[in-house]
């Protein structure tokens, strides 16, 4: 016997259980299953005055998730195509750049664990942190080895 079709509301709340989700991006996969009549919007302004549906929570989630690989731009740009602008972005931004270095440190001793002996070395090292959206300052002090004296 298959399972009985999920109303709109019944699948908003089938994703949020899974994980968080921005509205706008919560907003398309439901426009999917939108049929005649049905408003999306309307629903994503209940779930979000229900406390359902959080632009906050799904911020802070989506930092945990991606902070500890990804450099501050990379992040940043994930949370912008997501919706999530204004005072907020600054705010998170802020944060991030606090702890930027320590996490490029970490992503770069998983990755090579020892400083390059030449400059072919040195370059893919810093390809491979700027690809991962840290900046050239936090890429630098990483691949430098030892932690920063300010740091310990």
């Known amino acids: 016997m298959p399972a009985p079709q999920l109303s709109l509301k019944g699948r908003a709340l089938r994703y949020l259980s899974l994980r968080e989700h921005s509205r706008l991006e919560l907003g398309r996969k439901l426009a999917r299953y939108a049929e005649e009549g049905d408003d999306v919007e309307a629903l ?3 779930l979000e005055k229900n406390n359902w ?3 906050e929570r799904f911020a802070e989630s989506l930092i945990n998730r991606k902070a500890s690989r990804f450099g501050n731009s990379r992040v940043m ?3 912008q195509s997501h919706g999530v ?22 992503v770069w001793q998983r990755k090579f664990g020892r400083v390059a002996q030449d ?7 810093m390809r491979f942190l700027l690809q991962r ?13 030892s932690p920063d004296e300010d740091e310990l």
């Open 44 to 46: 994503l302004d209940f």
């Open 53 to 55: 549906l959080s632009q």
């Open 77 to 79: 740009a994930e949370l």
């Open 85 to 106: 602008t204004g005072e907020a972005l600054a705010d998170i931004k802020a944060g991030l750049s606090e702890s930027e270095t320590a996490r490029a440190r970490e």
């Open 119 to 125: 400059a072919a070395e040195r370059a893919k090292q």
């Open 133 to 145: 959206g840290f900046s050239q300052r936090a890429a630098r002090a990483a691949m430098q080895g």
